[in-house]
């Protein structure tokens, strides 16, 4: 005689309980972070310029379009200066074509390309504002003037922030806090 369907023998129930106790954090996590699409407006801090950005859970680390890149000494620390030209992608206040970062050197990777001779980049850190959060993600620096988007999101800074949505595009507001504002005042407080 066979079971009915909504009857599973204990086997499989015990293996569904199972699973869903595997992932129960991984979809708590999930629940925590934004759906955003693959495509989203990102703000650079402090110089609050807003940029596309493609999100990308290929990539571990984020990558952003720097060229004229100078490295320099400063305080006894190695410094990196460059320029991240504006273009269509990018929204900024004033007549700037492009815009000069200074950033201290976080490290140095050296970058496998498929058919290419390897290549050593710089990796900085960039303040970010994406979906109303501000946060703070290593950025290698490369000549990203072939892609469509000048700064790319890896899985580094989007775990624990944002699922994306393959299918999705500018699903969030590039909406910050101003800094001054989240400060907290020691005045206002009862």
């Known amino acids: 005689m066979r079971s009915p369907p909504w009857r599973a023998p204990h086997s499989i129930r015990a293996a569904a309980v199972l699973l869903l106790s595997c992932c129960a954090p991984a979809l708590q996590a999930a629940d925590a972070a934004k759906v955003l699409g693959w495509v989203e407006w990102a703000r650079f801090e402090p110089e609050h310029v807003e940029v596309k950005a493609k999100l990308d859970t290929g990539a571990k680390t984020s990558s952003i379009h720097a060229v004229d890149i100078e490295p320099f000494e400063r305080d006894g620390s190695d410094w990196v ?23 201290p050197v976080v490290r140095t990777v050296l970058i496998k390309q498929h058919q290419r001779e390897s290549s050593r980049r710089y990796v900085i850190e960039i303040d970010v504002c994406l979906a109303g959060e501000r946060f703070t993600t290593p950025a290698t620096l490369a000549d990203r003037s072939r892609f469509l988007y000048p700064l790319l999101l890896g899985r580094v800074a989007l775990e624990g922030r ?23 005042d020691p005045e206002s407080t009862p």
Do not use: N
């Open 162 to 184: 944002a699922v994306v949505d393959p299918a999705g595009k500018h699903r969030a507001l590039c909406v910050c806090p101003d800094a001054a504002s989240t400060a907290t």
């Open 81 to 103: 200066r460059f320029k991240m030209p504006l273009d269509s992608h990018s929204h900024k206040a004033g007549d700037d074509d492009e815009l000069v970062f200074e950033r």
